[in-house]
């Protein structure tokens, strides 16, 4: 049976509404192709790209948009040109995948995270932005620790004493960490700890260094963006290998973004 690029597309938003406006669309290629492969990932990169392209995949699914705004906009500039010359050259077919993921329920992003960090035993409630969990008792630095280890990270960003013991844990993926969203969910659900993506330093971190120094037991873990959500994109990697068996799908990662110096 030929699967088209419609047909993976219309299988992706069918858990969610239908939504409008969305930026969840088709950026290049068309949705009449029999896919030969495809592959998820976190953000499509150039480099991205071309290991897409060296694996043979014409369908690639991107979390965050290509072109370096949320709402893309073009322009003249030789870094968007070779970029776009890249992809149209290898006749890639890229759907962004963004809205509609974090529709599912629970939030598709989320559930790979989880899965990633096989908690999904602990959640007591999914909400609309967060998860929440009842660990068993464990201290926060042994907390980074297994983070670190289960997400492959060498370094975690951390606000609060390490020797404090954790159970209560909300868990908010990409940038869900501003203050506005996070802050009040520490009083909400009763929070010892949140792990985020990212948002503002000078928000939800300061909020949590002045609840320390007041000897409040708060504390604060900072995964970084990519960190929180591609493991989401490995996840749906997984769902589609199992829906189309005979179809190669693979899950490419890329480097953090930064270097520490």
């Not at 219309?10 to 939504?19: F, G, Y």
């Not at 949705?31 to 499509?44: D, L, N």
Request: negative net charge; contains cysteine; charged residues 20%.
């Amino acid at each position: 049976m030929t699967i088209l690029v419609r047909d993976v597309v219309d299988q992706l938003i069918k858990p969610a509404q239908k939504l409008e406006p969305t930026v969840d669309r088709l950026i290049a290629g068309n949705e009449q192709v029999p896919i030969k492969g495809m592959a998820t990932t976190f953000i499509a990169t150039q480099h991205v790209i071309q290991q897409a392209i060296d694996l043979g995949v014409n369908l690639l699914i991107t979390h965050e948009g290509i072109y370096y705004r949320h709402h893309e906009q073009w322009l003249n500039d030789p870094v968007y040109e070779e970029k776009k010359c890249l992809i149209k050259n290898a006749d890639i077919a890229i759907f962004r995948f963004h809205d509609y993921v974090h529709l599912y329920k629970p939030d598709g992003i989320m559930a790979g995270l989880l899965y990633k960090l096989n908690w999904k035993a602990y959640v007591e409630k999914h909400c609309d932005i967060v998860s929440v969990l009842s660990l068993p008792a464990i201290s926060l630095d042994e907390m980074t620790q297994y983070i670190k280890a289960r997400l492959n990270l060498s370094y975690v960003r951390v606000v609060g004493d390490l020797s404090m013991m954790c159970e209560r844990v909300g868990l908010l993926v990409g940038y869900r960490g501003g203050g506005d969203l996070a802050i009040p969910l520490f009083q909400q659900n009763q929070l010892d700890v949140m792990i985020i993506g990212e948002g503002p330093e000078w928000e939800t971190p300061e909020y949590v260094r002045d609840a320390v120094q007041q000897g409040r037991g708060k504390a604060l873990i900072v995964l970084g963006h990519a960190e929180s959500e591609k493991h989401g994109m490995e996840y749906i990697a997984i769902k589609l290998q199992m829906l189309y068996p005979n179809i190669p799908v693979h899950f490419i990662d890329d480097k953090p973004v930064f270097q520490f110096v």
